[in-house]
């Protein structure tokens, strides 16, 4: 089937160089969307190198196993036979989780010895491990009430308990609402006196698995251990708590922040044939939280840029401009990855058109945000109606993606929007694994990043 | 929350009903459509419902399982306090599964006893179960290959292997593509000679479960068994055929068809208030294939149509046109409930100003198709903003539902479209379980159809 159609799209080609002037600019758009959404859907290449990612495990920064898959990952782009595949040095953060994280109600009547799922947030400080940390709990259910009850909260952990607004229409801002809270809550409290904090996971699924993240402590406070909490046990501590005040839980966590280490984002691209220092970038990051495969968040999305690129090589299609694929690393607790490629970008000689990112998990395809400039948007806009061949239903103005952002010079920024009614089902989680990522899904989403390059690289903007 | 959410709604539709004039129709109207997606998304009530239908298991047409989900409906429908609940008698078929469906190669050197993963199709007959079908395989893959091969397919098992086409962005042209195989698969055969059918699963999924769903025989033409596989199944049957062409199969299927019963539609409405002779129909079909919980196909359908009069009793707002919720019986194997409905419809001194149809599975959202007429179209599609508020990206005109396209002297007909990537991973199979169905994806569709409801109730059409 590959070959047929591979050797079916040189023959296109080379009929519509002969005879651009016999062929409509649209007719021509739209073949070529729906050989990349045929090719995508139909070979699901970028699905299976999906679930061998995944198969070396989570892929936090600094570990050995997230070394381990940037070998895979030079290897793979290596091995689709990319113009260039390199490595760019970065130096990491390296918080490791060890093995013990518990939380034990000590002091109730009633639920004694009872065992809640929490896992650390990443950053925390870990606890002695032999006694731990023992303390009363008290709920708090927004930064108001913290302050309100600032004088109670001495000596106690602070549980942050506040529900996951699904109000919303589209789950980040939920996300966006809450999250404060896992960053700056444990230094809040410690202001207050705090021991410790355990957040309410931020999760959109009634399980009780913990869904972690990073952490920040603020300089002159004191670092208190913080951990997440499975929604169904912040339910029950909730409750426990009402007809208990004096509850007292024991936190143990093993988990420390250790020198900083040498890691790698993994570059590879086509070269452009006619402007070969016009630099189309599409990416994801390829760290992710130790818990689960880090499939969605963001596996996925690296897989998904890399997948365009193979799609480029799957049909022949020879890029006018140059095409490259970062993998970021350290999204998730530094961003370091982001900004090292944006001071490479920044440095060099090379113009940035557009970065493309893809950081919302292996969903159907929604649209595109387009952050500046006005003139690439309306050009971006323009093509509504090829992208829509790919599941894509509008172009808005917007942010685009942290890692991307970095690239100060580009001419536009570009951020890949999937549904995201699921996502936070899974992001940070020990759900987030491969056998919950959809191929259809993931492949359009591949697809739909691959016409808007290839318009792009045609087009030029 | 609730009651709290109801009155401020009570308050504020009294704000409008005092300032009317002072309050653009624009906002009165955004502000509504926010009002039942909070509603529907914070509460999950029709989830909840959901979940405790599915608890009583499939509702095959003629079932002792479906009478007892129709007498649920009927409880839930009045527990709900609708104005009026009622059942609209149907005689519907009765083809019972019964419970031997085996398929076992019988004369492989080297797969002899492998058991093959099989599903009777809704409708065949059965097979003597002492000895069976035992008959060489003939591998079809079109309809053409039949024509050409129709001497070699006397006294074999015909095995259609066509695979789900996954190059369509959406997925519900790949099944329109097979299910002709499924449907009148059989009846072809059998006019080549062939013994028995065996369907590769119409299915998006690879898994070995099998999909069913209807077929039909031929008049004058002999019935044979016929079945579905699992698609890996189908593949490991497709390979050995390739070694072993004298490979037989020994088919026993325990299914018939039985007189037809007495079984109905279950209906409820909110009288309106002030055209309370033109209706407005929300509904699914309440049958299910007798495999899973039948819950995307069409549980959730049913339970969305449900939802929308329950947002509107929870927010207190009082329809001035009748909304009526209809659960169509027997869709999947003869219509026999839409057909009644259409002709009460017709009969009836009702105006029947829309029917909208949820028949396609309980994920995000993603449009309605306006069938018929003009005036319609334009009218919802000015809409666009307000419907983009519970996640709708287009209105299309096109083919509405099956059950509701019964009903002739509507105004229009609405067939509600969510995403279709996953809908035949679930379809008609022992997948489609209450546990794959997304509460944030489910409400949002009832939002998505409550916010049009409230629209058409509100203008008319």
């Not at 050797?7 to 080609?13: D, K, N, Y």
Request: hydrophobic share 40%; with cysteine.
């Amino acid at each position: 089937m590959k070959t047929t159609f591979g050797l079916f799209c040189v023959l296109f080609m080379a009929a519509f160089t002969l005879s651009a002037q016999e062929m409509s600019k649209d007719k021509y758009y739209k073949m070529m969307a729906d050989s990349l959404v045929k090719s995508a859907m139909t070979e699901q290449r970028g699905f299976r190198s999906l679930g061998d990612l995944c198969k070396i495990g989570p892929r936090l920064s600094g570990s050995v196993n997230s070394l381990k898959a940037i070998n895979w990952a030079v290897e793979k782009m290596k091995g689709l036979g990319l113009d260039s595949v390199w490595r760019q040095p970065v130096m990491v953060p390296h918080w490791e989780r060890g093995k013990v994280e518990s939380a034990v109600i000590v002091s109730s009547k009633k639920f004694k010895g009872k065992s809640l799922s929490i896992a650390s947030l990443g950053g925390s400080i870990g606890t002695d491990l032999k006694n731990g940390i023992i303390a009363e709990v008290i709920e708090i259910n927004s930064w108001v009430e913290l302050n309100e009850k600032k004088n109670q909260v001495k000596d106690k952990i602070v549980f942050y308990n506040i529900p996951f607004d699904h109000s919303f229409p589209a789950a980040f801002p939920a996300y966006g609402k809450n999250v404060g809270y896992r960053f700056r809550g444990a230094a809040e409290a410690a202001k207050c006196g705090a021991k410790g904090m355990i957040l309410r996971s931020i999760s959109s699924r009634n399980d009780n698995v913990p869904h972690v993240g990073v952490m920040q402590y603020a300089d002159s406070v004191p670092q208190i251990p913080a951990a997440a909490i499975g929604i169904q046990d912040a339910d029950f501590l909730s409750e426990s708590l009402k007809n208990d005040s004096k509850l007292k839980i024991q936190l143990k966590l093993s988990c420390k922040t250790l020198p900083d280490v040498q890691s790698y984002n993994v570059i590879g691209e086509l070269k452009g044939t006619e402007f070969p220092d016009e630099v189309l970038v599409v990416g994801g990051h390829f760290d992710s939280w130790d818990k689960g495969d880090g499939a969605h968040d963001d596996a996925a999305g690296c897989m998904q840029s890399l997948e365009v690129l193979d799609l480029f090589k799957r049909l022949q299609m020879k890029p006018k401009r140059t095409i490259r694929c970062v993998f970021f690393i350290n999204e998730e607790n530094g961003s370091r990855g982001g900004i090292a490629y944006g001071k490479y970008a920044d440095s060099s000689n090379e113009k940035h058109l557009t970065a493309i990112e893809s950081d919302r998990g292996a969903f159907t395809p929604v649209g595109f945000l387009v952050d500046k400039d006005s003139a690439s948007f309306i050009k971006i806009s323009s093509w509504g109606k090829i992208l829509e061949r790919a599941g894509i239903h509008w172009v808005k103005q917007g942010g685009s993606g942290v890692d991307v952002s970095y690239i100060k010079n580009a001419k536009c920024l570009i951020g890949y929007v999937p549904d995201s009614q699921r996502y936070f089902d899974y992001h940070h989680s020990a759900n987030d694994v491969f056998s919950e990522v959809n191929p259809r899904e993931f492949e359009l989403g591949s697809a739909a990043m691959a016409v808007l390059v290839f318009l792009i690289d045609w087009e030029g903007l």
